[in-house]
Every structure is written in C-alpha cells, then in structure tokens.
C-alpha cells in the first residue's frame, strides 16, 4: 500500500482508467503506457483504493496478446458482473498491421471472463465484436456495458462510414441477453457534430440520467449530457465539461450515492510549459454533486483533502486588503512552498473587479510565477503562467500576445469565494467554490514563494491556510 498524491505506476504513465466498485474497494484499472519505441503492446495494469488517498498496485491484470495478436494492444473497455457472478471484461482489441475496409488499424471488442473474482481473465477471441456496415472498421472502441432491465446494453465510440470527415462521430449502441451475442441497434446519440466521442459512460443519478464522453474536435476535454431517459433527448448544461483541456478521459464510478470522474493529467512534450500535450500521464479523481436542474459540480474528494493535516506558514499577511481599483497589487510570501501542498484562499471580492488571484511557485518579487486567476467579468477562472514563452530578449520575444493557458467557465458573483489548490511536483489543481475544477502541469518553479493578487479592483483576503502531509 502506497501513499501518492496522484498515482502513477512505476516505469510509466496512465492512460484511460476503467474504474469499477466492489465492496467499497474501487478498482481502477487502467492502460499501462511505458512509452517504449518501438512499441510493445498496450496492457491493463490494475490499482485498488478505498479512499483515493491510499493506493496498492496490483501490476499487470489484462496483458498485450503479443505481435500477432487481434489484441497486441488492450485499450479501453468496462467490467461487469452477470447474475451467476462472472466477471466479464469488455475492451477494444487493436494491432498495427490488420488492417480493415477503410485501410486503417482494426479495431474490434474483445470479451474475457473471470470466476475467480476481479482477476484471472480468460481471453474469448470467438466472441470478438467487429464494426457493423455503416460503421468505419477503424473506429470501433471503448466498449460500456451496462444492465438496462432484462437485457445489456453496450455502448461504442464509433463513426459513420460517410458523412463530412469532421462530424462523423457517434455513440453506437448493441444489445445482449447473455453478453455473448450482440445486436446492433440504433445510436445511443447520433449528434454529428464530433470526430469521435472516447469512452463513453452512462449512469443514472435521482431523475437524470448522464451520458459522459471525451471529445477532440473543437476541444480536448470530457464532456456530459443530461436526459429524462435513456432515450433522450441528451441535453447540455451550461457548462458540459469536467475540466480542462489536460484532464482527460474520464469514466466514472459510484459508492455510497457518492459519484467519482477518474481520469488522468497529461503530461507535455519535454516535461516543459511550452511541450505539446501527450497522450497519458497521471491518475486523478473528481468527485461530482449533483444539482436541481441535473447539472454537476466538480470537486476533489473530502478523503483526499483532509489527507493534508500538517500547517505549514505562508508568510503572506491575513487577513488583508487588497484595493487595485486602478493597478495591479500583490501580496508575495516569505517563505517557501513545499513540493506537495493543499493551499485554501477565501477572498471577498468587490462588485466590478477584474481580476483576483494566486500565485504559485513565484519569485520573491512575484515577477514570474504560474497563476489561478478569478475573472469575475468574463465569469471565468484561467491557469496562466508568466514569462509564457520568451524567445529573445527584446520585448516582443516574451510572447505576450500568446494566451493563457487555460481556461474554465465560472460564476463569480461579488462576495465571498474559496479557492482550494494542490500541488505536487509539476501538477496543480485548482477547485473554486467546490464546483469548477481547472488541472494543469506547472513545470517551470521559477521560484518556492506564494502570492496573491487583485487588478482593476479589490477584494479582501479573509484567510489563507497552507497544508502538507505528514
């Protein structure tokens, strides 16, 4: 049993997780991504935890089936349990060099069963489920099995095999009555408007029933939708989305009434702030509640918070004012962040400011640091990060004009709000009001200190509480 921030196994990187619940134990198996070239086959390694706090690895559970394989790589997929107590493993099977109709990698739905439990899956290639006509061979993956009364149902990313390039991603939909044979039935949801919608999730919370995808057209981020029934129509909230762009394909499980969104941080290109986002990278967990009008807020979970139990001194004076009503103010620490830590602000924000924020890993001075940036104006929070990008010393080398990094829709309404913050190594996750999450890596330490800000504005800074784990 291991103590992590964030899970990551060793010699790799996670990729999709496909966590399951079973006797309050949450089993979170997930794409072991070593990043080896050349490659050498993608397999199911499996974690357990109880509290998301606490992580044991349980190692290889699904492996590659070798080169010549259908299933040289086991990408994503789901796990369920049939009445006489079998566990059957559902997951999409894919190897380089067969090709379909369309010329690209087959990808099938492959089935392996257990009756020893969670473990110990026996591979049934004779009932590997290929793309139906109407449906590219090339895009036929992320198998959700879920029960739907007396039958199953299972869910497919897929695409249509015609239609403009860009819009023909849907979710597909096939029935069983013994998880052996299929039948394909129409789309669960049929948008045409997304190249793909990656692993799709359904479940059903009070009134509302939920359909949780990952897309890549417009955005790279998860997405939800919202129906009265399975049958739709799939609506969308406010705001569809978990996160950001560096949270990704997240799936999710249930325990106590309690709903979790697993995913993982992508790591960046060259392990720097400018590095193109990469596939895979590290475990983390969302907890969502729920709404009157069935949309979701996102935080991180009570067990892993109150994990952080040792105070440590900021430095920064609170409680403070803050009046920038016409400038930039700042607040900078005298001491030191450590390298792991959950930082909780609350500001009192002043009707019409601009800006309100933190600043992390900051230089003494505050010059150069990352920042989570409240902008009640836009009715937004931004991850920003300063110099952006320099490429020379003149002052149009610094990247100004290059735009934050990220950003995540976000009611800011005058008065009080809360803002938690954790950071480990080069990841942060940002959390304001226990409702809008916003993760991202943070590479550069340009220096250890803690700061915050107010611009065109002003707020007060009612408390600042900084926590490490023992």
């Known amino acids: 049993m291991t103590d992590t921030v964030?899970?990551?196994p060793d010699g790799g990187w996670v990729g999709d997780v496909i966590p399951f619940q079973r006797d309050g134990v949450f089993h979170l198996w997930y794409l072991f991504d070593d990043r080896e070239v050349p490659k050498t086959g993608m397999p199911?390694?499996?974690?357990?935890?109880?509290?998301?706090?606490?992580?044991e690895d349980r190692g290889l559970a699904v492996p590659s089936g070798g080169p010549d394989a259908e299933d040289f790589n086991v990408y994503t997929g789901s796990v369920v349990i049939d009445d006489d107590g079998v566990a059957h493993l559902f997951s999409t099977a894919q190897n380089p060099t067969r090709r379909g109709a369309d010329g690209r990698p087959l990808q099938l739905v492959a089935h392996a069963v257990s009756t020893t439990g969670l473990e110990g899956w026996i591979k049934h290639p004779e009932l590997t489920v290929?793309?139906?006509?109407?449906?590219?061979?090339g895009d036929w993956r992320d198998p959700f099995v879920f029960r739907d009364g007396d039958r199953w149902r299972m869910l497919v990313a897929a695409r249509h095999s015609d239609g403009p390039e860009r819009r023909r991603g849907t979710i597909a939909q096939l029935t069983s009555t013994d998880l052996d044979s299929w039948?394909?039935?129409?789309?669960?949801?049929?948008?045409?408007?997304?190249?793909?919608?990656?692993?799709?999730?359904?479940?059903?919370w009070g009134e509302w029933w939920y359909l949780v995808y990952s897309e890549f057209s417009d955005a790279f981020c998860t997405r939800y939708r919202i129906a009265r029934s399975l049958d739709g129509p799939w609506l969308a909230p406010d705001d569809d989305t978990v996160d950001a762009r560096s949270f990704y394909a997240a799936k999710t499980v249930e325990r106590d009434g309690r709903r979790f969104f697993v995913g993982w941080i992508a790591t960046r290109e060259g392990h720097a702030d400018g590095g193109a986002w990469q596939w895979a990278g590290t475990m983390s967990t969302l907890e969502a509640t729920q709404r009157a009008d069935g949309s979701l807020a996102f935080h991180l979970p009570d067990e892993f918070l109150g994990s952080f139990t040792v105070p440590v001194a900021s430095g920064v004076p609170v409680p403070a004012r803050l009046d920038g009503t016409d400038r930039?103010?700042?607040?900078?620490?005298?001491?030191?962040l450590p390298d792991t830590c959950l930082l909780t602000a609350e500001f009192d924000i002043a009707d019409g400011t601009e800006e309100v924020g933190i600043l992390l890993r900051a230089t003494a001075d505050g010059e150069e640091a990352g920042a989570i940036r409240?902008?009640?104006r836009r009715?937004?929070?931004?991850?920003?990060?300063?110099?952006?990008?320099?490429?020379?010393?003149?002052?149009?080398q610094i990247s100004g004009d290059v735009p934050f990094v990220l950003e995540r829709p976000c009611p800011l309404p005058a008065g009080r709000h809360r803002v938690?913050?954790?950071?480990?190594?080069?990841?942060?996750?940002?959390?304001?009001?226990r409702r809008v999450a916003l993760s991202t890596r943070l590479y550069r330490r340009a220096g250890e200190r803690v700061g915050v800000f107010v611009n065109g504005g002003a707020a007060d800074l009612v408390s600042l509480e900084i926590r490490t784990r023992p």
Do not use: K, M, N
């Open 183 to 204: 039948l394909p039935i129409e789309p669960l949801w049929d948008p045409r408007r997304y190249i793909a919608h990656e692993c799709p999730d359904v479940f059903r």
């Open 374 to 376: 409240l902008e009640p």
């Open 44 to 55: 199911w390694h499996l974690v357990t935890t109880t509290d998301f706090v606490h992580f």
């Open 130 to 137: 290929g793309a139906p006509e109407g449906y590219e061979t």
């Open 420 to 433: 938690e913050v954790v950071v480990s190594g080069d990841i942060l996750v940002a959390v304001v009001d």
């Open 328 to 336: 930039f103010v700042q607040s900078i620490g005298d001491l030191d």
């Open 6 to 8: 964030f899970f990551r």
């Open 379 to 396: 009715h937004r929070v931004v991850f920003d990060r300063w110099p952006r990008t320099r490429t020379g010393d003149e002052q149009w």
